[in-house]
């Protein structure tokens, strides 16, 4: 069946809800929206969300480890037939990072890969997040497949794969984001033989952007100088299955809600 996802950070749901998220999900046409960077409780982000629930979403998010940090969900027009939380191991088996749902025969997940922070420990723990994520992309589409299901990874990957998803990469060859170290890993998932297709850049080949974060600091948003790192991450055969993708970009700084943009994306 068509299938319209949208991706976003909303960079604190309470803060996006009063901002202009509301107004956005009543005009949206997508099916599911996968949010990443709630910095809520569960109680809170429902409650932010109750309008959009009261109009006839679902909505089903994880219990962040610490107070007003990390935070994904996922809203959808359809009750999910399951949700699952966290992913490996104990250090991420109940991760505020992770959350997937079923849709009839697609698999939809939220996924907020940590910062880091080159040369630091943070560096460190985003590593070992990667490790343990590919671990489990690996495993599930194996799983998925033998059940005949497709599956859907979208979220804030807080990595530019290429110099053409970042406008000023050179600036940034030695930052958490665009290291090396990083690139080659979304490029074992996603590059030439990898597991998973990007979506966007598949239907937006050989372009700069689009762009879908863009810094509150100077006019980073007016000069379009932003990074492509909100991602919808597809099998191949779901992939095939895209027939249109953009930025839901602001147009103005002043009626933005997140500084990301939702990123939207039609399956036939």
Known sequence: MPLIVSTVNVNGIRAAARKGMLPWLQSTTADVVALQETRASVA???AALAPAVDAGWHLVCVEPEAKGRSGVGILS???PDAVRVGFGGDEFSSSCRYIEADFDAVTVASVYVPTGEAGTPK???KYRFMDAFAAHLSARIEALAA???DLLVCGDWNIGHTEADIAAWKANLKKSGFLPEERAWLDALVGEGGLMVDVVRRLHPGVAGP???WSYRGR????DAGWRIDLQVATP?????AKQAGVERAA???QRWSDHAPVTVQYR
């Open 44 to 46: 809170e982000t429902t």
């Open 77 to 79: 027009r359809q009750r």
């Open 123 to 125: 560096q460190d723990d």
């Open 147 to 149: 059940e005949g299901r």
């Open 211 to 213: 762009y879908s974060w």
């Open 220 to 223: 980073a948003f007016d000069n």
């Open 237 to 241: 055969a779901l992939a095939e299955r």
């Open 252 to 254: 103005a700084y002043d």
